[in-house]
């Protein structure tokens, strides 16, 4: 259990979340069934939004 609270205090929400996950290979499933595999390279936390 204490893990799981360390976990929580360390966990920075939004894209500061995905900072950890840079340059590590990673398997997406879409909603309509594609699969995407491959590294996460950048993160642009002000990419477009809805409608652009």
Do not use: C, W
Not at 8 to 22: C, H, Q, R, V
């Amino acid at each position: 259990m204490a893990a799981l609270s360390q976990l929580k205090m360390n966990y920075m929400p939004g894209t500061a979340s995905l900072i950890e996950d840079i340059d590590k290979k990673h398997l997406v499933l879409l909603r309509d069934g594609r699969t995407l595999i491959g590294f996460l390279r950048s993160i642009d936390q002000f990419g477009l939004g809805k409608g652009e």
